[in-house]
């Protein structure tokens, strides 16, 4: 069974930067589908990123200031993130789709990490 972990998050100013990792275990992340979402607080969860056979695809909200990208060799997805504005303040999940798409819709993952809280102060 894979298991995911976040790390990277904190507190940062606007217009700062910050990497989020995720970390997986067992032997099968080169083919997992690979996502990060998104939730504040008093807000419903949303899409940010995703990694898969569909290629690369991200919220427009966030076009041009973060990128996912991937390390199979260590098991590991990130999302850099960078330009960060206070609406970006959330906890930030990543996820795993067993299909290996990687989709925009949080019912096609099947696992997901704890999640890391990302605040950013005005």
């Known amino acids: 069974q894979v298991q995911l972990v976040e790390s990277g998050g904190g507190l940062v100013q606007a217009g700062g930067s910050l990497r989020l990792s995720c970390g997986a275990s067992g032997r099968t992340f080169s083919s997992l589908g690979m996502g990060w979402f998104r939730q504040a607080s008093g807000k419903e969860r949303e899409f940010v990123a995703s990694?898969?056979?569909?290629?690369?695809n991200y919220a427009d909200f966030v076009k041009g200031r973060f990128t996912i990208s991937r390390d199979n060799a260590k098991n590991t997805v990130y999302l850099q993130m960078n330009s960060l504005n206070p609406e970006d303040t959330a906890l930030y999940y990543c996820?795993?789709?067993?299909?290996?798409?990687?989709?925009?819709?949080?019912?096609?993952?099947?696992?997901w990490g704890q999640g890391t809280q990302v605040t950013v102060s005005s």
């Open positions: 990694n898969g056979w569909r290629g690369t």
């Open positions: 996820a795993a789709d067993r299909s290996g798409g990687g989709w925009h819709s949080s019912s096609r993952y099947d696992i």
